[in-house]
Antibody, heavy 122, light 107 residues
């Protein structure tokens, strides 16, 4: 069974770097999917942050592009999110997710992690 | 960027009602659209992809339609388990974006 699990600090100070990792189990990160990060501020909607392919190709939300970096570690079967610098507006539940496949008809997110809450506060 | 706009933002309905949610894209996205259901404290769950294809295991009372810039999600007979927030999301070119969500409440 395929499983995605987010991990990382739950509290980050303003102006510092938010770093999260998504561990993928039951599915090789190199086989036929894109991998994405999505966040949801408290009481608000979903916001796509960015997506990575196992080749290292990345695609970012233009509104976050200057602060975001997403990378993949195929040896550990995981991918990571870095956001810098952060402000209180980056407080949110952060989800990692998998696309169904790597052809455009399959670029919808069919599997999500449970999410990890990150609070930005001094 | 392609912007997604959903309406209404909130919808109040009775169990058994037929419910329709609309999603509009700021430019054509063909049928590269998905719908998700989210309940409080849970991750979103895929309902429909490619505008009208039902994900495996999703009840047939859910249906999607549309192409180009206008799309709809319909629940034919609202059930107690359907009270949740629904999001549309495009996956056109190498970008993804969500609508702002529609909360379906009990009337």
């Amino acid at each position: 069974q395929v499983h995605l699990q987010e991990s990382g600090p739950g509290l980050v100070k303003p102006s510092e770097t938010l770093s999260l990792t998504c561990d993928v189990s039951g599915h090789s990160i190199t086989s036929g999917s894109y991998w994405g990060w999505i966040r949801q501020p408290p009481g608000k909607g979903l916001e796509w942050i960015g997506t990575v392919y196992h080749s290292g190709n990345t695609y970012y939300n233009p509104s976050l592009k200057s602060r975001v970096s997403i990378s993949v570690d195929t040896s550990k079967n995981q991918f990571s999110l870095h956001l810098n610098p952060v402000t209180a507006a980056d407080t949110a539940m952060y989800y990692c997710a998998r696309t169904h496949g790597d052809f455009r008809p399959d670029w919808y997110f069919d599997l999500w992690g449970r999410g990890t809450q990150v609070t930005v506060s001094s | 960027d392609i912007q997604m706009t959903q309406s209404p933002s909130t919808l109040s309905a009775f169990v058994g009602d037929r419910v329709t949610i609309t999603c509009r894209a700021s430019q054509t996205i063909s049928t590269w659209l998905a719908w998700y259901q989210q309940k409080p404290g849970k991750a979103p769950k895929l309902l429909i992809y490619k505008a009208s294809t039902l994900e495996s295991g999703v009840p047939p009372r859910f249906s999607g339609s549309g192409t180009g810039t206008e799309f709809t999600l319909t629940i034919s007979s609202l059930q107690p388990d359907d009270f949740a927030t629904y999001y549309c999301q495009h996956y056109y070119t190498y970008s993804w974006a969500f609508g702002q969500g529609t909360k379906v409440e009990i009337k």
